[in-house]
């Protein structure tokens, strides 16, 4: 039974890259990295900034439930990025932090 060339190296080649394909994946042995956690070192609070405003969801088109004060001290809640790739962080404000006084304190999404 003779082979040719092109199908011994044909068969050769596949066969080394089965050999080393399997490697370079997790399930091969090597190690998967996982990205660093990243956590806020002060408990200092963010500010807003200019034209910031507060919505009621993650969406560009959310309602708007107040426009916030430049200055506006913000307790940051949670990192969301939304379908766009936009990010969007929720956010709890204080009473009396920029809203009228009749406003408990407020969570709202801002365009970060």
Do not use: Y
């Not at 709890?92 to 408990?104: E, K, N, R």
């Amino acid at each position: 039974m003779r082979m040719s060339t092109g199908v011994v190296l044909r068969w050769g080649w596949l066969l080394g890259v089965a050999l080393m394909a399997p490697a370079a994946l997790p399930a091969g042995g090597a190690q998967r990295r996982l990205p660093p956690l990243r956590r806020q070192e002060g408990k200092s609070p963010l500010l807003s900034g200019e034209c910031c405003v507060l919505r009621s969801s993650p969406l560009v088109e959310a309602p708007a439930l107040q426009r916030l004060e430049l200055g506006t001290p913000l307790q940051m809640l949670r990192h969301w990025r939304g379908e766009d790739g936009r990010d969007w962080i929720q956010v709890q404000v204080p009473s009396g932090q920029g809203l009228p006084a009749s406003f408990q304190s407020v969570r709202g999404w801002v365009n970060g």
